[in-house]
């Protein structure tokens, strides 16, 4: 059964290292299109803060039950070969190691070649920093945070969740992390009726972002990661961004965090990391960290799998 497991998790990754994300009918772009038009029809009234949070989780379960009850389904009713093609394409769809790393090396390759320009309207894709007030190592560091983080979302969280549950594991996990993604802000029209999705998000996510921040540690500089993990997590505003991002900042020894400007104005973060400032390799070294993060992951499942199998003898 573990051997399966592995052959699932082998399989998604190769998809997705040979053909990427979906270029088009990605099912999470439907889903957001259909996440939109409910809170559209729901939170007509941000400002009342009891209705808000109620109206909140009844949004969250209408567009998460129904789809949860299909994934059940697959699980329950298809088996042999079938449950396995089900469960790779699942996963496939779910994580995103190729995706992080195009849009990783889309901002280090134009701060290579000099072009500030062409990195801030890239890095500006993938984080909701106000990109224009960014210099060469504040793009660096945008884009290093982003990898890092996505890493525990996209990757690992997923791969944390179909191994606890399956399909249904997998399919939850993703719902919640794109409504949190989508509802989960601190504006006046999501603080109370996007609740519900980030406190959610925060429970499905701790202890994969905890596994993912000890990945890190594990294969980078192992003495500053835990170091930073310990001292500075606790300073980050995310209960689990906080650990993935101290972590992986002092596996690469690079400086994160800091003073970072926004539309809204600059916020104060914490700095975390080590003393190297970020530039273009930070975002490789990044990228290559996470995806040694997944063989590593790959190799304890198999691990396991061979252990299991002496047990049984």
Known sequence: MLFATFLVCALALLLDRLLGEPSRYHPLVGYGRVVTAVEKRFNTDPAAARQSLWVGWLALLIVTLPILGVAVWLATALAGLWLLVAQALVLWLAISLRGLSEHGRAVAEPLCRGDLGRAR???????????????????????????????????????????????????????????????????????????????????????????????????????????????????WDSPNAGPVMAAGAGALNVRLGGPSPYPSGIKQRPLLGGTQVADASSIEAAIRLVRHGTWLWLAVILLLNGLLGVLQL
């Open 121 to 235: 309207e890239q890095v500006s894709r993938i984080v909701s920093r106000q990109a224009s007030a960014l210099d060469e190592s504040g793009v660096a560091a945008a884009a290093t945070e982003s990898v890092l983080e996505n890493g525990a979302d996209a990757v690992f969280a997923s791969l944390f969740w179909f191994l606890v549950a399956g399909i249904p594991g997998v399919v939850l996990h993703r719902m919640v992390n794109t409504l949190d993604a989508m509802w989960g802000y601190r504006s006046a029209r999501f603080l109370y009726f996007g609740r519900a999705a980030a406190r959610l998000d925060d429970v499905l996510g701790w202890l994969p972002a905890r596994l993912t921040a000890a990945t890190y540690a594990v294969l980078g500089n192992s003495t500053l990661a835990w170091a930073c993990w310990r001292q500075q997590a606790p300073l």
